[in-house]
């Protein structure tokens, strides 16, 4: 199940574990902020509650901050965006994911966007 956040950022769980997140921005947010040249990404085990500040992204154009759509502690990051963080343009949606999460509370999934309401939000 993929969400999104009004903040152009979005999260996906798996089916098989759904207590399991990736977070990654948007299309939207990636084609805003133009060529990505630097990614701050949060430390392995620092806990969010939803909508705090979780990492930073700059570009040519401007930084924006990354800010956690739903509750959880991350549990693993994109170590690849340090090294390239234009991955974050070329593939926002898969490969350009900024950190994955276990949820605190699954439960605030539910008050994000889905794909349909996300993209009339973002237009």
């Known amino acids: 199940m993929k969400r999104y956040s009004e903040e152009h950022v979005w999260i996906a769980s798996g089916d098989a574990d759904a207590c ?14 133009g060529d990505v040249v630097f990614v701050e990404l949060p430390a392995i085990g620092a806990v969010f509650a939803a909508g705090e500040k979780a990492g930073l ?6 930084a924006a901050d990354v800010y956690i759509p739903v509750g959880g502690t991350v549990t693993d990051v994109n170590e ?9 343009n070329r593939d926002p949606l898969e490969g350009g994911w ?12 539910d008050a994000l966007m889905d794909e349909l309401a996300y993209t009339g939000f973002a237009n």
């Not at 399991?20 to 805003?32: K, L, M, R, Y």
């Not at 992204?57 to 401007?62: C, I, L, P, Q």
């Not at 999460?101 to 999934?109: R, V």
């Open 20 to 33: 399991v997140a990736t977070v990654g921005i948007t299309v939207h947010a990636q084609d805003a902020l």
């Open 57 to 62: 992204v700059e570009s040519v154009k401007a």
């Open 80 to 88: 690849v965006l340090r090294s390239d963080p234009s991955l974050a």
């Open 98 to 109: 900024f950190f994955k999460i276990t949820l605190s509370q699954p439960a605030e999934m």
